[in-house]
């Protein structure tokens, strides 16, 4: 059973489509996040939902929109891509996002924007 | 705001060598400190903490308050520890990670 899963595992877009990347886990976890590894292996974090509820919105472009229909899904949809979006995005949950929850991560979607 | 920092980007050893990687931290507060490793094609996983004081496949990292540091240490590296490793702290629900280190472990 996959606790964390993502959809799609790859993604190749030219510049300036819209795109989206879906996000489920069926650990009942009430917390989700999203992170970003970019070509130097950085982690990062862009953000968090607890409960359908943002928490944590880092310093990311107004055209990344996360979307949380229900506690079990965080999906992530980015406007008009840019070169620099070319990154491997993870998805992550935990129990109730306190500091002592561990966090599960996804595999992975690498997404290149031509 | 709170920053980790692995300084080896690669670490190269043979099997059966000791291993340390290093991380540094800074956070003005009391931190939760974490060592995640990504095996190759495997997700990103949690290897140990340090409020558990456990030994994960060998593996301990102690917290030093003083110098700032959770080095990662196992005495007797296996290929299999071969991956991707990364020190993260985490501050209200928020996990910073370090830059990782790939460690290599050649027969």
């Known amino acids: 059973d996959t606790a964390v899963s993502q959809t799609p595992k790859y993604l190749v877009t030219q510049m300036g489509n819209d795109k989206s990347i879906k996000c489920e886990q069926n650990?009942?976890?009430?917390?989700m996040y999203w992170y970003k590894q970019d070509s130097k292996k950085f982690l990062k974090i862009m953000f968090s939902y607890n409960n359908k509820e943002l928490i944590i919105n880092e310093t990311v472009p107004n055209r990344f929109s996360p979307k949380s229909p229900d506690k079990a899904h965080l999906n992530l949809h980015i406007n008009s891509l840019e070169l620099g979006d070319s990154a491997v995005y993870f998805c992550?949950?935990?129990?109730?996002?306190?500091?002592?929850?561990?966090?599960?991560f996804g595999p992975g979607t690498r997404l290149t924007v031509l | 705001a709170q920053r980790v920092t692995q300084p080896e980007k690669l670490l190269s050893v043979f099997k059966g060598a000791p291993v340390e990687l290093k991380c540094n931290y800074s956070?003005?507060?009391?931190?939760?400190l974490f060592w995640y490793v990504q095996y190759s094609r495997q997700r990103l996983q949690l290897l140990l903490r340090h409020i558990s004081r456990e030994s994960i496949k060998g593996f301990t990292a102690d917290l030093n308050k003083g110098e700032t540091s959770f080095h990662l240490k196992k005495p007797f590296a296996q290929e299999e520890d071969s991956a991707m490793y990364y020190c993260a702290l985490i501050a209200g629900n928020m996990l910073t990670f370090g830059g990782g280190t790939r460690l290599m472990v050649k027969p």
């Open positions: 992550a949950s935990s129990l109730s996002g306190s500091s002592t929850d561990t966090q599960y």
């Open positions: 956070y003005s507060g009391s931190p939760e």
């Open positions: 650990l009942g976890h009430d917390t």
